[in-house]
DNA sequence: TAATTCGCTAGACCGA
DNA sequence: TCGGTCTAGCGAA
């Protein structure tokens, strides 16, 4: 038979049972589609190892005589070598039998299994070093009708634009929610990187372009189905059709007794429940990226930063654009009485628009995620930080020949969950308004810490007598070999150097052009990475825990900032602030920015080869304050100003959330003002200003509103703050309020407590606010703490002068 | 149902 | 009605 090539990306990688067999499924995305490839050469198999100290002994016929339930056999067992250790390689005809035998072989004295849970498509892609989303080349032969795979190899040349489309639904909701046992799809949006489709059943679209008509929602559903099957899409975006258009696709389907089968080759839908509530929907080779899901992800990884997450609050932070809102109610309403039809069908449109819209523009940065830790868009775009640290682990013990340790059983993790450590250090700063200030700060603190005391598992508290004092004898007295690599530092180390090399190479591409925008993503994709092994270390449920390691990772960060601090202080500077990697300097009259640089290049000179003290910028001017409660100066709390006049505000409220907008900006403009030229005089004519707007009761509801999350069910709260008040109040009046979900509230004129007057904002009619409440509570607070440091005190700020108690508001 | 610790602030809660 | 303590949320690194 003759052998075969073909080239693409790889999308997926599945398996299927043949008569017995499992086989490894490869779906790979070439110039002439997605097409699908047979690897029945590959076993599922785990690992067992006798137990040094139960003695024990066992060879393969022990393996292939074990007795397993349901007529499970086990296929071989072969004796192999990992981390220089014996262990036996146990194989299966397919994963039913892995799972039977597992259970069985934990149970038996003296044996331990490994690497027993992991899923058999991701155990392929380890084993072959396939990487999703990246160009292969395959080569096979065709047998009755099927490519079998011979070899699969990475292909980088391989650059074939992906097919990617969004979809989006508009339901039916007569209740307060739609419900799939009754209450029909009433349009699906379709929208690619240049066409927009809408389907409907609503006759009077029949000539609006972009419609396809059908007699009913039946009919409808197929028409866009086998659309769909025409694209061949290599990934299909929604916003949220893990938990609501995909599944209620599928109640849909099941109740009009039809098939819902847009997988590659017409395969169906596969909808699971994770958790409580959530599900996700996969589907054969096309990938699914739901960007709600994606941007919770990134937000995970501080890549966005979004309060809300409604499609229309999200185009507006992330474009710009104030996108419509079509609320149920009105949908309804526009359905009923066909009126407004067409505004339904754009409305439909732009949120498929705009789920596209999303995805791409984070896109690459997944791809660069995916390449990385080898797991698929599906998995990446759903994955929490310890489980794409775990994936990369993973990939590289194999690739090192070490056995993955094993997950911790519960007991062992709330065992875990009782240890603590100290973390970083934190320096009270010196209150007051500075000129003229250096920011340095340690580049990857953290991972270059692991890589320069050689910081793993493995390696902590060695056997060699040397090792107990030398160079990696940490502050917390633990330590770690000298003489062996780690794991964790050699993977570190390698996301580092490949790291560094991609900012050299950023440095020679061009803006704007597609491989700047890779070459960028790429170099964030690492970062993230990098800085996510040591939260993991000390992750009760992470496989490579290490209370000791990370503990040690901090222990290092101590020292190494405070030694900065005390050599900035011998060369004759003030250090105004640390904060775990950085040093805020002030530069005295009788020393300039070069005198900084020359002391940067000193320090690094004593600092191990991975640690790499940075000058972060000159700023001309800093603000820090000193506490509400205390006379002690705030941590986490400043303002800089560059000498572009660029600010920078840190931890103040301006950049929380939780608070009021006429108090965030109001005390921006007194940061910026006092910032730009030193003189307050003008920040608190501002706030004056202000509080006279408050007062006048002209202030709208916009500036008003706080936001807070709901964090966990509205009866498992013992203390019932303004915003769990003001939700129970809504729930009353028949308002759902989920966990997790982001309320706007408003304090209100009617009530004693604050918690009685907060109210739902969308309850609360312009102009119902307590001003008495907004001047003391949000606007003197923000702005107080600033301009004391001025020597202006609260009644300074309140006109009328200084005789006027606060409470005389209202 | 899944990275860590450090830190600030508010408003409720509770007992005197 | 007060002052101290606890609950809760969010941000910095």
Redesign the pocket.
């Known amino acids: 038979m003759a052998l075969q090539k073909e080239t693409g990306i790889l999308l997926d990688v599945d398996y299927e049972n043949i008569g017995n067999e499992s086989a490894i499924i490869v779906f790979l995305r070439t110039k002439k589609g997605i097409q699908k490839f047979f690897d029945s050469d590959f076993r599922p198999y785990f690992f067992a190892k006798a137990e040094q100290h139960a003695g024990m002994h066992f060879d393969k016929k022990f393996f292939l005589e074990i007795h397993l339930p349901e007529n499970a056999k086990i296929l071989d067992a072969e004796e192999t070598e990992k981390s220089s250790e014996k262990i036996w390689k146990i194989f299966f005809h397919n994963t039913t039998d892995l799972k039977i035998a597992r259970s069985v072989l934990k149970e038996i004295p003296g044996l331990k299994v490994f690497e027993y849970d992991i899923p058999f498509a991701r155990r392929y892609l380890i084993d072959r070093g396939l990487s999703p989303m990246a160009g292969h080349e395959v080569s096979f032969e065709e047998m009755h009708g099927k490519k079998i795979l011979k070899k699969i190899l990475a292909f980088e040349e391989e650059k074939i634009p992906l097919k990617i489309a969004a979809i989006d639904i508009e339901t039916y909701s007569p209740e307060r929610f739609s419900n799939p046992q009754k209450d029909p799809i009433l349009m699906i949006s379709y929208a690619d990187e240049k066409t927009g489709t809408v389907f409907s059943t609503k006759k009077q679209l029949c000539k609006s372009k972009n419609c396809i008509v059908s007699e009913t929602e039946k009919e409808m559903i197929e028409r866009f189905v086998s659309f769909l099957q025409e694209k061949q899409l290599d990934i299909i975006v929604s916003y949220n059709g893990d938990n609501f258009d995909f599944p209620y696709f599928r109640e849909r389907s099941r109740k009009l007794k039809m098939e819902f089968d847009i997988g590659f080759e017409n395969t169906p839908m596969i909808i699971r429940k994770?958790?409580?509530?959530?599900t996700s929907a996969r589907f054969r080779g096309m990938q699914h990226l739901d960007a709600f899901s994606m941007l919770q992800m990134l937000s995970?990884?501080?890549v966005v930063?979004l309060?809300k997450y409604d499609l229309e609050s999200v185009a507006k932070r992330l474009f710009g654009y104030e996108k419509k809102k079509i609320t149920a109610k009105e949908i309804n309403k526009i359905w009923e009485t066909e009126t407004g039809l067409e505004e339904l069908v754009d409305y439909n449109l732009e949120d498929s628009v705009f789920a596209l819209r999303i995805a791409k523009t984070y896109l690459q940065l997944l791809i660069e995620f995916c390449v990385l830790a080898k797991q698929d868009l599906f998995d990446v775009s759903r994955a929490?930080?310890?489980?794409l640290?775990e994936a990369l682990l993973m990939r590289k013990a194999f690739e090192l020949n070490a056995l993955v340790p094993n997950r911790p059983s519960e007991d062992s993790v709330s065992a875990r969950?009782q240890?603590?450590?100290?973390?970083?250090?934190?320096k009270?700063p010196i209150a007051g308004l500075h000129e003229n200030i250096a920011v340095l700060?340690f580049r990857s603190?953290h991972p270059s810490i692991i890589i320069s005391h050689n910081i793993s598992p493995e390696t902590l508290n060695c056997s060699h007598r040397e090792c107990e004092s030398g160079k990696n004898l940490s502050p917390e007295k633990d330590w770690f070999c000298e003489k062996k690599s780690g794991f964790l530092p050699m993977v570190l180390k390698e996301i580092l150097g490949k790291r560094i090399e991609i900012k050299k190479e950023l440095k020679k591409a061009k803006k704007g052009t597609a491989e700047y925008s890779q070459l960028e993503a790429r170099s964030q994709a690492l970062k993230i990475l990098l800085?996510?092994h040591?939260?993991?270390?000390?992750?009760?449920?992470?496989r490579w825990y290490s209370m000791e390691c990370?503990r040690a990772v901090?222990a290092w960060s101590r020292q190494y900032i405070r030694e900065v601090g005390q050599k900035t202080e011998a060369t004759g500077f003030t250090v105004l602030y640390n904060?775990?990697?950085?040093c805020f300097l002030k530069i005295p009259k009788n020393k300039t920015q070069e005198d900084v640089k020359k002391f940067v290049e000193e320090i690094n000179k004593d600092l191990p080869e991975a640690m790499d003290l940075e000058l972060e910028g000159f700023y001309k001017r800093g603000l820090f304050?000193?506490?509400?409660?205390?006379k002690?100066?705030?941590?986490?709390?400043?303002a800089l100003i560059d000498f572009e006049d660029k600010l920078k505000?840190?931890?103040?409220?301006y950049?929380?959330?939780?608070w009021a907008n006429i108090a965030k900006e109001t005390q921006k403009q007194v940061i910026s003002t006092i910032l730009k030229d030193g003189k307050p005089e003008k920040a608190v004519e501002i706030v004056r200003e202000k509080i006279a707007e408050l007062k006048s009761g002209r202030t709208l509801k916009k500036d008003l509103v706080i936001?807070?999350?709901?964090?966990?069910p509205l009866d498992?709260?013992?203390?019932?703050?303004?915003?769990?008040?003001a939700a129970l109040k809504a729930v009353k009046k028949g308002k759902e309020i989920e966990t997790g979900s982001?309320v706007e509230y408003i304090?209100t004129k009617s009530g004693e407590?604050?918690?009685?007057k907060?109210q739902l904002e969308e309850f609360v009619k312009e102009g119902n606010y307590d001003a008495n409440?907004y001047i003391t509570?949000?606007l003197l607070?923000?702005v107080i703490?600033i301009l004391k440091e001025l020597g202006y005190s609260e009644d300074d700020l309140i006109q009328g002068g200084k005789q006027q108690k606060l409470g005389a508001f209202g």
Not at 534 to 542: D, I, K, S, T
Not at 625 to 630: G, L
Not at 707 to 712: A, V
């Open positions: 994770k958790g409580l509530s959530d995970r990884f501080t930063s309060i929490s930080a310890s489980q640290v969950m240890k603590t450590y100290i973390g970083g250090y934190v009270e700060d603190l800085n996510s040591y939260g993991y270390l000390g992750f009760a449920r992470a990370a901090t904060d775990t990697d950085s304050v000193t506490r509400r409660e205390s002690q100066a705030a941590k986490k709390r400043y505000i840190v931890g103040f409220e950049v929380r959330r939780d936001m807070t999350q709901i964090k966990r498992k709260y013992s203390s019932i703050g303004p915003h769990v008040a982001v304090i407590s604050i918690s009685e907060a409440y509570h949000q607070p923000a703490k």
